[in-house]
């Protein structure tokens, strides 16, 4: 089995140069076609899952006080929040305090968002660690959390007739807080929305105790029907009655976020290279939507859900009934370790790897991945965790819903949504080694199954 590192960097570089690839964007469609490319310069077909989506293309954002004219410094816009004329919109500040106030109404909104800390518990069942003296942490405080619980208040605003929403960061290092892709788990709301730092507090304070209105603008486009797709790549099998697939995501705004595509293609390359023969069928699943999953996933899944129902309706065309071998998911990887210092208001690298989390939703696959992680020595922090339906990070989740075995690998770094920084620069050598893991779990499998 040989994987090349050098071929996987290359192929990495040129993820990092297209950029930010936020779903349906220009960009994301040029990965895609990207992958689709050398893929067929491997020797493979793909099979093609277009769909159309509501596209938010957000331009420039300002914040000021519409009376002093004076600038308040902001962190960059709420991603398919809203998009305002050239003016923007003006109004009186009112700050949070019920989802039932109607004195909203038109006045811009102030939502503190609290960067709070979490136990691991409530999120995640951990049932074994590599190596096992590894410390992991038995607590996470990550600004996807915070982020996302503050959907609710946003359309309680809007219900309640704001005309915008400022969110304010709080508990986080403004390194951390900045252009963060947060939250990206919500259609358009319909109401611009922008983050600001905490130092911005006081300002918004004395624009309210004065009665001095501001202004937001948020430029942009809103396009309905764009076409993005997913797509698939079948490596027919000896045993053309069972399958393993494996999945991962093509959109993300940085260059860990996602890179899991690079991984699912240095593979293809090492089954082409060494014209390695399975027992099983392999799919390999490159889909799009995960940064607009209420409009890509299915009955409110991620986005994955619908890359399974349009390749069950394809197999089912083709005549192909094969039965769920193992899910394997692979997103985020190569991931350093860094600690949100608010003292010294940036990241700060560890100098260890970020600890990539492996969901194994039975006995036989959570022995798998253990042997895995001691047969080949890999390097990093792994922690096994037991998935649960509703607490399931990452595109596995829709395989476990949908009764498939699974194994997910999802890293989780702090800057795992903000856009491409050096913070967000994965570490190659930690890349290659996770998938070779990876692929020697995938060739066990095909083995064990």
């Known amino acids: 089995m040989t994987l090349d590192m050098n071929v996987m960097a290359f192929w990495q570089n040129k993820l990092k140069a297209i950029g930010p690839r936020l779903t349906a964007t220009d960009s994301h469609a040029k990965f895609i076609e990207l992958l689709q490319d050398e893929i067929k310069n491997l020797g493979f077909n793909t099979i093609e899952f277009p769909f159309k989506i509501n596209r938010c293309l957000q331009s420039s954002c300002s914040l000021e006080n519409d009376s002093t004219k004076e600038k308040i410094p902001n ?12 003016m923007g919109v003006k109004g009186e500040i009112r700050f949070f305090q019920s989802k039932h106030d109607v004195k909203m109404k038109g006045k811009v909104v102030v939502i503190k968002v609290k960067n709070f ?47 915008g929403v400022i969110l304010v960061w709080e508990h986080i290092s403004e390194d951390l807080a900045n252009r963060e892709v947060l939250p990206f788990t919500n259609s358009y709301l319909g109401i611009p929305s922008v983050w600001v730092y905490q ?14 209105p501001v202004r937001l603008t948020l430029t942009g486009q809103y396009e309905t029907n764009v076409t993005t797709k997913s797509f698939a790549v079948l490596v027919p099998g000896e045993n053309r009655s069972k399958q393993i697939l494996i999945n991962t995501h093509t959109d993300g705004p940085n260059d860990i976020e996602e890179n899991g595509a690079i991984a699912l293609l240095t ?13 099983n069928t392999l799919v390999f699943g490159f889909v799009s939507g995960h940064f607009q999953i209420p409009q890509s996933g299915i009955e409110g899944r991620q986005a994955t859900s619908r890359f399974l129902r349009d390749l069950s309706m394809y197999e ?22 860094y600690v949100d210092s608010q003292k010294e208001n940036k990241l700060i690298a560890t100098g260890l790897y970020d600890p990539l989390y492996v969901y194994a939703s039975t006995k036989e696959n959570r022995d ?9 020595n890999a390097s990093g922090r792994y922690q096994i965790l037991k998935p649960r339906k509703n607490a399931y990070f990452g595109e596995g989740q829709p395989l476990y819903q949908d009764g498939w075995p699974t194994i997910s690998f999802i890293g989780m770094p702090l800057a795992l949504c903000q856009m ?5 620069e994965p570490d190659i050598k930690s890349m290659f080694d996770q998938t070779k893991l990876i692929f020697q779990i995938l060739v066990a499998s095909d083995h064990q199954f």
């Open 75 to 86: 962190l960059g816009p709420v991603p398919y929040s809203g998009i305002t004329k050239e």
């Open 117 to 163: 800390t979490i136990p691991k518990l409530l999120l995640m069942h951990q049932v074994a660690k590599y190596p096992r003296h590894t410390h992991i942490g038995f607590s996470i405080r990550h600004p996807l959390v915070a982020a996302t619980l503050t959907l609710g208040k946003i359309q309680a605003a809007k219900d309640n007739g704001a005309v």
């Open 199 to 212: 130092t911005q507090l006081e300002a918004l304070k004395r624009c309210r105790d004065r009665k001095e």
């Open 267 to 279: 593979v293809l390359h090492a089954i082409k290279h060494d014209n390695l023969k399975f027992k």
């Open 316 to 337: 089912t065309s083709q005549h192909l009934e094969m039965k769920k071998a193992l899910g394997l998911t692979v997103e985020h990887l190569g991931g350093l370790d």
């Open 368 to 376: 798998l991945v253990l042997k895995s992680l001691s047969g080949t």
């Open 420 to 424: 491409a920084s050096p913070t967000t």
